[in-house]
């Protein structure tokens, strides 16, 4: 008689066979891997467990700044400086669906398709709607593929608004903070939040005019941390002007990390991060779904409705309850 | 032999206090209870105790949109009409410190203070950096001290870009949002946003061009919901032009709620909502703390960060972890 799978273990066969090309750095392996991460299933598990042990090579980098300033024309150029330096690169970028950028990005993705037929080059889109802490960790696991299938560098492109895009921009070896002259507000606004995760600056489109205010505007609000000085460096994106530079301090910036000790360091304190999110994120969906099942719940939200008890008590009251909720249904 | 009361009596006593001051339209009173929900402190709880049975009586709105759309002057302007319809009115402006728009509405929010010096009017800005979900919560309870301080209205001004903004631009009776005409891609992506939050929608500055084709894509996007079709109003928020039709609209909508039953049943989904997301977050504060102390914590880590064990699988043990952790310290 022939062994006949339950579905359970022919998909986790499945997943197996998938992350072993996704190692051989199959590009069509990869793009269902990262589906099979943006979908969020049980099957996400199985494939981070076997792809994670062959991670931590690639150098990870996040380039970040406001919508407008260019920076889809920047990874496109830096993406052919390091392949002239020989290097494989995947590039991750988080497509804004916000309300107030929604789909911006779609243009740039498509231009930047021409190095998706390099066999070297892998590119890949996600949508940035939706649940905010699952597209931080979405994002992490798939830098976690890119780097496993033997990417050299993966460079994670996010529009710095919100707090996840900061998030993402900031769960890699290097930050890359782009912006541009004539940012006016954003430029003030720059020392309130930028200039705390850049590695590394850019001021982009430095053609349109004298960028010399932006770059000692952008130079004085910067500080040294670790022996690290963040270079603020002057781009043309479309000439490509600056590029090689910017190539270079990155290489330059990997090297200091790793000669320090720091890189080690920095992932650790990522790691504990993410740990405490993903663990805490997934008790609570869990933990939300029981409690509602609860009398106790349905009592304490009849009580403040009829203004018999306060939100903040009632809240007090609350997390004694999910302390002692167990998996066991008891509605 | 007096009394002494301990230092934690005797902020009860102040706090109880306090909150009887709120409760006569005190606005000095206000202002340092505020200032107690936004420090986040135990007192806190004292004073929504006391002052929660006395809320439910404001008509509460929002008023949301990008920024550089004149919500700001338009809030102005309404304050002003309801003045002359003799209601008391109470502004919360939501100051969004983030890298993108930090420090814009600061000039606004000081062009608002003329009305700060009439006794019927109260105006609070707070800042929105930091952490996301304190803020919507001292939101909440900001506009219930304004409630139970007897404001008629409480106007809650932000600006719609992250999830926060919109958090708390719908923890209201009633959600205005504001657009203007030329936004280009802001109406584009309005359809993936704010269409769902909008009770009312208002083109401001319906003078710098024809707003009629703005206002067609909006009318366009907009559905009707439990019988309300959200009405498309056009106003030049400097002048006063459409401002008398805005409040109009808004007290039209708040009636429409009433009388169909609909504002209790609003009230206690916001509530749910509220509760939940309070009573998780105190309780992930709490637990992660605990977390830190546990050997399990430190083992885990340890795990993850040599690659024995990959951060699926270990977020996977931790939610266990949380679900058994107790308030005895067992480090």
Redesign the interface.
Known sequence: MKYAPTPFCRDRALVGELASRVLKGDHRALGKAISIIEGGGPA??KL??EI??R??NAFTIGITG?TGTGKSTLVNKAIEEYRKRGRKVGVLAIDP????????LLGDRLRMMDHSLEREVYIRSMAS?GD?GGLARAA??TIRLLDAAGMDVVIVETV????TE?QVATAVDATVVVLMPQLG??I???K???NEIGDIFVVNKADITNPAKTIFNIASGVEEKNGWRPPVLKTVAPKGTGVVALVDALEKFGKFLEERGLREGR??QR??A???E???S???D???NR?KGEKSWRL??GQ??K?EL???????R??K???K???TPNA
């Open positions: 996400r598990r981070i467990q994670y042990p991670t931590g406001p669906s916000s309300p107030l950028t929604g789909g911006a709607r905010v992490r696991n710095g608004a919100g707090q900061v507000d954003e003030q606004a720059f309130a939040g930028f992932m650790r790691l504990e993410e740990l405490m993903a663990a805490f997934d008790f609570c869990e933990a939300a409690l304490i939200l403040v409705s203004k306060d939100p903040e008590t009632a809240a007090g609350l997390v309850i999910i302390g909720l167990d998996g």
